[in-house]
């Protein structure tokens, strides 16, 4: 063996569960199972949360279940493929997906599926058997049936729907809120040499259903700013506490104007945002700005207790017509809308903000947003005062909540959880898949001792077999060590003493290019490949004499553990 390849100081480095810290006086993150190495990208909770504690997630390529919230998983077959995926509950027994190009319906937690509508980019808006879809045309569709059957409807002839909102008293006043204007419909992009409308005076505005989709009614008297008409609504909120404050809040376009952009004459617009308290009969104009050449998006959520608190965050994106310009400001306000505060703005180039949420847990009321990316989650403990990252040390992917409870699924990158939940009614699990393939000596010790390194490489593709590993050092980075199973099927993988950047209880690893100089040492020892692209490594006598077993992920981190301990 090399005196190189034994002077690598390669210390035994233990996996650390990362404690949740708390959330709230009240309340603290609890996992809800050890589900890596694959993220949960998407998620649903029943809605009959505590009572019925099922919970169905996107894991990498499959569906998971848990129907004692958590407690225990089951693998239960895939789910359509696509790029993006939506999951939410129709019914305590009707399940659907959104992807890209479809809604679908599973009548059985997601172990079969069957195409329910085509609807490109859709969004979904449940209330018991009603469910509303709106696609990225602005085309608007309803089922009374838990998604079987569809009904085409059109709030306001000839113009699309760019946003919908059900009442959260639907099954009492059976009230459907449909912003709608003329031409295309809004989207973030900044491609568009002109806004998608020619006249935002030829837009309906605010279209109200008391029938539930049946009949419609304009709502747009006072949609205007200093008496130039704003009636290209862009969105629409209704608020949570509907049924004693009757208040909506919508954002429009108005008052057209020429601009140029790159020396190319375009329309431009001022937005403005309005609010009624009277369920759209009249609307007041609450502040105004602009002119802009894009149409970017906004996004609002008022507080689950608005009608006493008055709290509702408003994130507001901004661009001037190239992808890097982009940049976002949330504020906040505490007195219904009348006045507005600042408090978190983006700095960075790509910048933008999405994913706006106000959520109560145990009658405190937090915040989240997403900025710029899916990994950059800010959290708030005081309704959107201030912020800070997400308390996490993991990537959030997606969030999910009932009264009372929030969940977020997230790619574990450091070995820890895969889904979180808040609240009350919160039980904390550790449980894992079980895995067809079997573990033996050394990596079922591994496994068993340090169950994180369970959630960093998950289940075991085949079974252990021996292999003669190659091992160079210092070949790719200072004091790294590269090894390479000779079994035909692993890469080589280089270990390097650098601390992962997400948690300083791991270190970076990386697949490299095949090496071509000898190796410094050719062992004996054992391999197990996982999925996600994981592996354990056995060596025997590598490290200064000793023997150690390596788990290295797929996802770019290591560990090392002594064998025997």
């Known amino acids: 063996m090399s005196s190189r390849l034994l002077r690598l100081l390669l210390i035994g480095t233990l996996l650390v569960l990362p404690s949740a810290p708390p959330a709230s006086a009240d309340a603290a993150w609890q996992p809800l199972g050890a589900l890596g190495p694959f993220g949960i990208s998407a998620l649903a909770v029943a809605p009959g949360w505590p009572v019925q504690k099922t919970i169905v997630a996107q894991r990498g390529p499959e569906l998971i279940l848990s129907v004692d919230g958590g407690g225990h998983w089951q693998r239960h ?8 995926s939506e999951l939410t509950f129709a019914s305590s027994d009707a399940l659907l997906l959104v992807t890209d190009e479809e809604v679908w319906r599973s009548t059985d937690l997601g172990l079969t599926w069957t195409s329910s ?3 490109a980019y859709a969004s979904l808006y449940v209330s018991g058997a009603t469910v509303l879809v709106l696609d990225d045309q602005g085309n608007l569709w309803r089922s009374q049936d838990a998604a079987q059957s569809w009904h085409a409807l059109q709030p306001a002839e000839g113009q699309l729907v760019q946003s919908v909102r059900i009442s959260p008293g ?27 409308l020619a006249d935002a005076d030829s837009s309906s505005g605010v279209m109200v259903s008391t029938d539930g989709g049946d009949s419609w009614r304009q709502r747009a008297d006072g949609l205007a700013v200093d008496d130039a008409p704003y009636l290209a609504v862009q969105d629409v909120v209704i608020s949570p506490t509907f049924d004693r404050d009757n208040t909506l809040f919508a954002v429009a376009w108005g008052d057209p104007q020429p601009s140029l ?7 431009a617009f001022n937005r403005a945002l309005f609010r009624s308290t009277d369920g759209g009969v009249s609307w007041q104009a609450l502040e105004a700005d602009g002119p802009f050449n894009f149409p970017t998006l906004t996004e609002m959520t008022l507080s689950p207790n608005f009608a006493s608190d008055g709290l509702a965050l408003w994130a507001k994106n901004f661009s001037s017509g190239s992808p890097a310009s982009g940049s976002c400001t949330i504020s906040r306000t505490s007195d219904s809308g009348d006045s507005w505060t600042p408090v978190l703005a983006t700095t960075a180039q790509y910048s933008g903000c999405g994913g706006l949420e106000l959520l109560a847990v145990n009658g405190h009321v937090m915040a989240h947003a997403q900025v710029s990316t899916p990994i950059n989650q800010q959290w ?15 990537f959030p992917l997606v ?16 070995g820890s959880g895969g889904l979180f939940a808040l609240g009350s009614d919160i039980t904390p699990s550790t449980a894992s898949l079980d895995c067809a393939a079997p573990l033996a000596g050394g990596f079922a010790r591994v496994m068993t001792v340090h169950p994180e390194v369970r959630n960093l490489l998950g289940c075991p593709l085949e079974e252990e077999h021996n292999a003669q590993i190659r091992a160079w050092a210092d070949k790719v980075t200072p004091r790294s060590l590269v090894l390479w199973p000779d079994d035909g099927a692993s890469k080589p993988v280089v270990l390097s003493p650098t601390p992962y950047s997400y948690s300083g209880t791991y270190r970076a ?14 062992v004996t020892g054992a391999v197990q490949h996982f999925e996600g692209g ?24 290591w560990t090392d553990f002594a064998d025997p301990p």
């Open 77 to 84: 077959g895939a789910s359509p493929t696509a790029r993006h």
């Open 117 to 119: 509508l085509v609807a």
């Open 170 to 196: 639907f099954a009492r006043d059976h009230t459907l809120v449909a912003a709608v204007a003329g031409g295309r419909r809004f989207t973030p992009s900044v491609l568009f040499t002109e806004f998608p």
């Open 261 to 267: 952009q790159y020396g190319q004459a375009v329309t």
């Open 380 to 394: 708030s403990e005081d309704a959107g005062q201030t912020w800070t990252a997400f308390p996490l040390r993991t």
């Open 399 to 414: 969030f999910a909540s009932t009264p009372g409870s929030i969940f977020v699924g997230f790619q574990p990158f450091n």
């Open 509 to 522: 690893a990386q697949i490299t290019v095949e090496p071509k100089e000898p190796p410094d040492a050719v």
């Open 534 to 557: 994981g592996s354990f490594i056995f060596t025997r006598g590598l490290n200064n004499g000793s023997n150690t077993i390596y788990a290295v992920s797929g996802n770019g981190i």
